[in-house]
C-alpha cells in the first residue's frame, strides 16, 4: 500500500489543520511534526502539504529531500510567504503595492483541480474585510503558470509549477488556503481538492 500524502504540522499552526482531521482519521493523509520529519518521509511520500507556518530556516535543510521527492513526481502544497528558497526555484515574497481596494482585487487567470467548485473571486473579502486571501505573490519560477491574480497588475498570487525535472509545487501567497473563506461548504471544498490533488486523484 502507498504511503499517504503528509500533512506537516508547525507547533505555531496546529490549531489551524482542524478541516483536515476526518482525512488525518481516515488514513488518506499522514501528519508529521516539522521537527519529525525525516528523509525517508520525503522519499515515501507522493506529496506533502506545507503551512503558513513552516520553519523555513529549518525547511532549508530539506532542500535536496525537497528535489527527490520532486524529482520522482511527487507533488508539493504550499501556503503562506516565502522568505528562503526552501525549494530550488523559490525566491522571496513579493508584498502588493497599496492600491486600496482595487490593490487587493482577485481575478481568476486558470482553473486548476484545488479550486474545482470554488468561487475565487467571493474569497476576496472575508467578514467584510479585502485582503484576506492574500496581499502580494511568490514570484513564478520559470516555465510556471499563474492561476490568480490580486491587484490592478494581477500578480501571481496562486500558480503552479510543473517542474522540467519532474514533480509540481503549488504556491499560495497567502494565509493558509483553507483558512481564506468562512468554515463550511466553500473550506470543506478546497481541503477535499487539495487531497485529491496531493493525492494525485481527480477532483
Known amino acids: 500500500m502507498a504511503s499517504p500524502p503528509i500533512l506537516l504540522k508547525s507547533h505555531f499552526g496546529e490549531g489551524t489543520l482542524a478541516p483536515f482531521g476526518p482525512y488525518l482519521a481516515s488514513g488518506a493523509l499522514r501528519a508529521v511534526w516539522e521537527w519529525d520529519l525525516t528523509d525517508s518521509d520525503f522519499a515515501q511520500a507522493p506529496a506533502i502539504i506545507l503551512t503558513m507556518?513552516?520553519?523555513?530556516?529549518?525547511?532549508?535543510?530539506?532542500?535536496?529531500?525537497?528535489?527527490?521527492?520532486?524529482?520522482?513526481?511527487?507533488?508539493?502544497?504550499?501556503?503562506?510567504?516565502?522568505?528562503?528558497?526552501?525549494?530550488?526555484?523559490?525566491?522571496?515574497?513579493?508584498?502588493?503595492?497599496?492600491?486600496?481596494?482595487?490593490?487587493?482585487?482577485?481575478?481568476?487567470?486558470?482553473d486548476h483541480p484545488i479550486f474545482a467548485g470554488v468561487d475565487r473571486l467571493a474569497c476576496g473579502v472575508r467578514r467584510g474585510v479585502a485582503g484576506f486571501y492574500g496581499r502580494g505573490h511568490n514570484p513564478m519560477p520559470e516555465g510556471?503558470?499563474?492561476?490568480?491574480?490580486?491587484?490592478?497588475?494581477?500578480?501571481?498570487?496562486?500558480?503552479?509549477?510543473?517542474?522540467?525535472?519532474?514533480g509540481e509545487v503549488f504556491s499560495h501567497a497567502g494565509n493558509d488556503l483553507w483558512s481564506v473563506a468562512e468554515p463550511g461548504r466553500v473550506t470543506d471544498r478546497l481541503v477535499a481538492n487539495m487531497v485529491l490533488w496531493a493525492r494525485a486523484e481527480p477532483a
Open 144 to 166: 510556471a503558470m499563474a492561476l490568480t491574480g490580486v491587484g490592478t497588475a494581477q500578480a501571481p498570487i496562486d500558480w503552479i509549477w510543473r517542474r522540467p525535472d519532474g
Open 53 to 110: 507556518h513552516l520553519d523555513q530556516i529549518r525547511a532549508m535543510h530539506w532542500r535536496a529531500s525537497f528535489d527527490t521527492l520532486l524529482a520522482r513526481g511527487g507533488r508539493v502544497v504550499l501556503s503562506g510567504h516565502v522568505m528562503r528558497p526552501f525549494i530550488e526555484g523559490l525566491d522571496a515574497y513579493v508584498p502588493a503595492p497599496k492600491d486600496g481596494k482595487a490593490g487587493l482585487a482577485l481575478s481568476v487567470l486558470a
